[in-house]
């Protein structure tokens, strides 16, 4: 009595829904396989405008293909024949091949023996460097290697900086050296006055006397010194010339002062021109011309210098 009221009071399971999704799911599959078995042997509609618009290219492309492969059959047939022709010791390539795979696995175990080497005596130095404390000396060693290189940098720019200047000194010195061979040459030098006459320049040097217009030293003449025919050639060749167009200045050496004071009294007494003079140094030279042009070239400021304060 007791075993029938515990089993009607167990509730009953029922597994209808279960079968229900079994058997759609089937089912479902089913007609699904149905239908692709129908599209399976089918066969889709050939457009004949499209083969007519496709078939030139397709001929195209296949009479390339067909070049192409008779070419490559060609290129093989080559290669063939080549390989075919050299002699062929396989027991020394095989023997190369072994040796060469030997010493690539020596290189790689030697390689990474230096590697771990390496790095084991890095850490080792790194270890010793800390428990000996002198890791702020490393550190100041490395500043100072870094202040030397920033040195060396500088001190290079200082060099090429020094050889820039010396070309310029050297030029300069060229220059100077020209200057040097032209000391003791005196040139004239006009300059603006209120006459409007003409110089006429007498040089009595150490042996000859010379005679010219200022503006036109080619056309000078000259005669020796001491002689008699110099006051007469140089007198005759003053009378060309006019003391209302021009006036004579008269430059001598201590040799010249006899025959400079004889033509001065000829000139300004006899024939009217005014006449100045002026005395000339032993060993200087009275040029004719105009003057050479000496410019020494200033030098560029160097960058490692601050600029000069004028």
């Known amino acids: 009595m007791s075993s029938r009221l515990r089993s009607s009071m167990v509730p009953k399971i029922s597994f209808f829904a279960f079968q229900d999704i079994i058997t759609s799911t089937s089912g479902i599959l089913i007609i699904v396989i149905l239908l692709l078995g129908t599209f399976l042997g089918s066969v889709a509609p ?3 405008v499209l083969n007519r618009m496709l078939e030139p290219k397709l001929l195209e492309e296949k009479k390339n293909l067909i070049a192409e492969v008779a070419k490559l059959r060609e290129i093989q047939g080559s290669l063939i024949d080549r390989t075919t022709n050299l002699p062929i010791n396989s027991d020394r390539i095989h023997q190369t091949r072994e040796r060469l795979e030997s010493e690539k696995t020596k290189l790689e175990a030697e390689v990474r023996g230096k590697k771990v080497s390496n790095q084991n005596k890095t850490e080792e130095l790194s270890g010793a460097i800390e428990s000996s404390g002198l890791t702020p000396l490393v550190s100041e060693v490395e500043a100072l290697a870094n202040s030397n290189e920033t040195a060396k940098k500088a001190v290079a720019k200082l060099d090429a900086e020094h050889e820039q200047l010396q070309k310029a000194v050297e030029k300069n010195e060229v220059k100077l050296a020209k200057f040097e061979a032209e000391k003791g040459k005196v040139w004239l030098q006009p300059r603006a006055q209120d006459t409007t006459k003409a110089p006429l320049i007498l040089s009595l040097g150490s042996e000859k006397a010379q005679l010219y217009e200022f503006d036109k030293p080619e056309r000078s003449q000259t005669w020796p010194l001491g002689s008699k ?3 007469a050639g140089v007198t ?7 003391p209302r167009t021009h ?3 008269i430059f001598m050496h201590p040799e010249g002062v006899s025959e400079a004071n004889e033509i001065k009294s000829i000139a300004k007494d006899k024939l009217g021109f005014d006449v100045g003079w002026d005395t ?3 060993g200087k030279v ?3 011309g105009p003057p050479p042009v000496f410019q020494l070239d200033e030098p560029e400021p160097l960058p490692s210098l601050p600029p000069s304060q004028s």
């Open 46 to 48: 050939e457009s004949p």
């Open 229 to 231: 025919e110099t006051v």
């Open 236 to 242: 005759g060749k003053l009378k060309q010339y006019s």
């Open 247 to 249: 006036y004579l200045v």
């Open 280 to 282: 000339l140094e032993p």
């Open 286 to 288: 009275l040029q004719t």
